[in-house]
């Protein structure tokens, strides 16, 4: 069962263009994650978000976690070639694994920035 | 802070020999490492969860005893592939996750990228 579904697989705007990735579950979260991983690398945490309707900025990137926790957004505006990489959303749920803090990955979304 | 550093980040090694990953949390004391596999195009598969001084724990369908985990201390974290083969080449990552009440986020190391001949 995929507890958590990550939308778009992929992207690909041009520079200047605003985008949005979409984290969602049917579940609610404890908390949730999203990376950032280019390739040949590890992810690099962006941010954690933890309490519902919580709203955290990253220079250009805006992180909503939703009311009731089970669904997440990173929007990023005026996206520039710097952005391209893999999305990653992750998160951690009530009675899964959350003793050990266990992660639930997202497919990802790769985003592609042209010039 | 919360660096994570893997070694080797590349490894090619003939098949039937055995590849040990290291793991380590620079600057924190990690309560949990965790490895995953990553394959082209794919986001992240757990493999196992470990914590220092006790037995790692493994996802379904993970052979542990091929996929050896040691978790010495609250920095260090190994991941040992045994008699591998070219089906084990992969990119394995592992991550670390800080004492409570953070522990749900976890830093990731830079990969290594393991290549079976």
């Known amino acids: 069962t995929q507890l958590l579904e990550q939308s778009p697989q992929f992207l690909s705007i041009q520079e200047g263009e605003n985008l949005t990735v979409y984290c969602n579950s049917s579940?609610?979260?404890?908390?949730l994650q999203w990376y950032r991983q280019e390739p040949g690398e590890g992810p690099v945490l962006l941010v954690t978000?933890?309490?519902?309707?919580e709203v955290k900025k990253l220079k250009r990137l805006t992180f909503q976690f939703g009311d009731a926790r089970k669904d997440s957004s990173l929007h990023i505006t005026a996206a520039q070639p710097g952005d391209t990489g893999l999305y990653l959303c992750?998160?951690?749920?009530?009675?899964?694994?959350?003793?050990?803090?266990?992660?639930?990955f997202g497919k990802g979304t790769k985003l592609s920035v042209k010039p | 802070g919360a660096v994570v550093s893997q070694h080797p980040s590349r490894v090619i090694c003939k098949s039937g020999t055995s590849v040990k990953i290291e793991c380590r949390s620079l600057?924190?004391?990690?309560?949990?490492m965790f490895w995953y596999r990553q394959f082209p195009k794919q986001s992240l598969m757990l493999m196992a969860t470990?914590?220092?001084?006790?037995?790692?724990?493994?996802e379904q369908g993970v052979e542990k005893d091929k996929f050896l985990i040691n978790h010495a201390s609250l920095t260090l974290s190994t991941l040992t592939v045994t008699s591998a083969h070219p089906e084990d080449s992969s990119f394995y990552i592992c991550s670390a996750s800080l004492r409570a009440p953070s522990r749900e986020t976890q830093y990731f190391g830079p990969g290594t990228r393991l290549l079976v001949l």
């Open positions: 600057d924190f004391q990690a309560t949990t």
């Open positions: 470990s914590n220092e001084g006790s037995k790692a724990t493994y």
């Open positions: 992750a998160g951690a749920f009530l009675g899964y694994g959350g003793s050990q803090g266990n992660l639930i």
């Open positions: 978000v933890v309490t519902g309707g």
């Open positions: 579940s609610v979260f404890s908390s």
